[in-house]
């Protein structure tokens, strides 16, 4: 099946087919962007609460060790 290329030729075949990707493209872009960005957060959100994790079970794990030292020492 060939595609007639005709359309394209005329003023108003342009753009139709130009309105007709922007009008399908945009709506994609903006999805993307708002999806790239509500990731992002979460993405971020999480490392935080896994960071903050860690590190209040070093310093319970630092405080044992020193209740340790000090009971025994």
Not at 26 to 53: C, G
Not at 60 to 71: D, F, Q
Request: charged fraction near 15%; hydrophobic fraction near 50%.
């Amino acid at each position: 099946m060939k595609l007639d290329s005709t359309f394209l030729r005329s003023k108003v075949g342009r753009r139709i087919f130009v309105l007709f990707v922007v009008c399908a493209l945009l709506p994609i872009a903006a999805l993307a962007i708002i999806s790239f960005s509500q990731v992002t957060k979460q993405l971020q959100q999480q490392s935080l609460t896994r960071l903050q994790q860690a590190s209040e079970a070093l310093g319970m794990s630092t405080i044992e060790r020193l209740t340790l030292l000090e009971t025994v020492g």
